[in-house]
């Protein structure tokens, strides 16, 4: 199994509204990843998880708030979001170590802010 | 801070043309990936790249790796339109233990029947 797998697939959402994404893979990697990629424009890293810790956030508004419940779960609650936020939201897992850490993707969720 | 930038940025090309996309990163890194994105879809991995000298081929795509310039290239033979998404590298940066998957700026291919 590689696949890496995210819901819902399209979330609209009023600015005072609060919601949350969820990502889950199986195939036993322990680093996870949260990306935001505006349309025309490459995936921007936003936070990364190593071993179910926060390991980078990259200075990504506290509107956004990362969980990592378990090896297998990656969550982004949101909460007061602008229009601006509105993107494609990219989990993504990878195994650890020296070796490939190639990187597989989930289809995304496509939020809008209104 | 690690830089990932390709070039061209935009390529419009004939059927059956070849063309090269680059990818330069500014700090050092053994480990590069080519992934390919159609309008409004997730990213497919295409490559992985993991030494100084790798060369790695599927169909018309051919990827290579040069750890010493920072130089990574994919190669597009004979391109047909099925060819046509954007292409991104992506370069893994390791520090003390922490993971940090950087895409390079990206190249919009369209083929041109």
């Known amino acids: 199994d590689t696949e890496v797998t995210q819901t819902p697939k399209h979330l609209v959402m009023g600015m005072t509204n609060k919601k949350s994404l969820k990502c889950e893979q199986h195939?036993?990697?322990?680093?996870m990843y949260w990306y935001k990629q505006k349309a025309k424009k490459p995936p921007e890293l936003m936070f990364v998880?190593?071993?179910?810790?926060?390991?980078i956030n990259e200075s990504v508004p506290s509107r956004f708030s990362p969980e990592c419940p378990n090896s297998s779960l990656l969550n982004l609650h949101l909460h007061a979001l602008q229009p601006e936020d509105s993107a494609l939201y990219l989990c993504?897992?990878?195994?650890?170590?020296?070796?490939?850490?190639?990187?597989?993707f989930g289809q995304g969720t496509r939020l809008t802010v209104v | 801070e690690l830089k990932v930038e390709q070039n061209p940025l935009f390529l419009s090309m004939q059927e059956g043309k070849n063309y090269t996309i680059y990818c330069n990163y500014s700090?050092?890194?053994?480990?590069l990936y080519w992934y390919r994105q159609d309008p409004g879809k997730s990213l497919e991995s295409l490559f992985v790249?993991?030494?100084?000298?790798a060369v790695k081929q599927e169909g018309r795509l051919m990827a290579s790796l040069d750890t010493k310039a920072r130089l990574s290239t994919l190669h597009i033979t004979a391109a047909v339109h099925d060819l046509s998404a954007t292409y991104f590298c992506?370069?893994?940066?390791?520090?003390?233990?922490?993971?940090?998957?950087?895409f390079g700026t990206g190249t919009r291919l369209k083929v041109l029947a």
């Open positions: 993504a897992s990878s195994q650890t170590g020296t070796g490939n850490t190639e990187a597989f």
């Open positions: 195939m036993g990697h322990r680093a």
């Open positions: 998880y190593s071993y179910e810790k926060l390991s």
């Open positions: 700090t050092t890194s053994d480990r």
């Open positions: 790249l993991l030494s100084n000298g």
């Open positions: 992506a370069v893994d940066r390791t520090t003390s233990g922490t993971y940090k998957y950087i």
